[in-house]
């Protein structure tokens, strides 16, 4: 994540400041020294904090962060995750870059956290997807695995996913699957094969064919997901997908399926509530 973030930092301090921040800079004088501190005004997950430190660092590395909370920790409101102390020009013009990135990754890290915790107790993990925001998948996916959720492929290049359009613009499961087995072959690529499958058919045809790693149940109904888990009989790794909300995610990962992916860790949470105040 170092590479994307030393990439990324300078594209959004350029979209946010522009040719300057002439707010801070017609009332503030440049030699002004003080400190922020981040204050937590809800319940949730802490996460990205490190993010945070490459923030500050990158635009002004003589800002001082005295930290008290971890990426990782459950928080309430009143609590202070740090202290950032340095030229006030730097702060006021960091602010909200940061909090943009923390606040979103405390988020999908908080819902994430809810999930995992239902699953106490069974082998299911909580899957992210590619249902993230355009680049801030790095993050997202960080934020995830911070909450205690796994993440899934990263994005189109490390994984084969034969999903029900590829299936059908191949011609069917097996050209899916073989065409995918001789491109891995043909390119001397190591990557895992998953396969989706819609319905017992097309179940019953990945199970005579083979060559997978992964079978993905697509918005199969709980009983079926148990029937189906009982078909695969651990030859395959198996994930459910599609509908699945908190209240019946205990319920498929009863059925003894390894992952289940939810998009709505990633494309539907609502930031985290937090600021970063002057302190007098």
Request: charged residues 25%.
């Amino acid at each position: 994540m170092q590479s994307e973030l030393q990439q990324l930092v300078p594209l959004w301090f350029s979209e946010d400041i522009g040719d300057g921040d002439h707010t801070s800079l017609s009332c503030i004088p440049a030699d002004a020294m003080g400190t922020s501190r981040l204050i937590i005004k809800e319940a949730g997950v802490l996460a990205g904090v490190e993010v945070a430190k490459e923030i500050f660092a990158a635009f002004d590395p003589t800002l001082q962060m005295k930290q008290f909370l971890h990426d990782g920790d459950e928080v309430k409101p009143g609590d202070v995750a740090f202290e950032v102390t340095g030229k006030v020009l730097s702060l006021l013009q960091t602010e909200r870059l940061m909090l943009n990135i923390m606040q979103r990754m405390s988020g999908v890290a908080t819902v994430t956290r809810k999930y995992a915790n239902q699953l106490k107790g069974l082998k299911t993990k909580v899957l992210d997807t590619r249902k993230t925001t355009p680049g801030l998948r790095m993050l997202e996916k960080q934020a995830v695995k911070i909450g205690g959720g796994v993440n899934h492929r990263i994005g189109l290049f490390d994984m084969i996913l034969l999903k029900d359009n590829h299936v059908d613009f191949a011609g069917g499961i097996e050209n899916a699957i073989r065409r995918a087995q001789n491109y891995l072959k043909t390119k001397g690529k190591q990557l895992k094969i998953e396969i989706e499958v819609r319905n017992f058919d097309e179940l019953n045809q990945v199970l005579a064919i083979g060559g997978v790693d992964r079978i993905m149940l697509d918005n199969f109904s709980v009983e079926d997901t148990r029937k189906a888990v009982a078909l695969i009989a651990g030859r395959f790794e198996t994930e459910s997908s599609g509908g699945i909300t908190f209240d019946t995610l205990r319920s498929y990962a009863e059925c003894g399926v390894d992952y289940i992916s939810v998009g709505a860790l990633t494309h539907s949470v609502k930031s985290l509530d937090m600021s970063f105040k002057a302190v007098h």
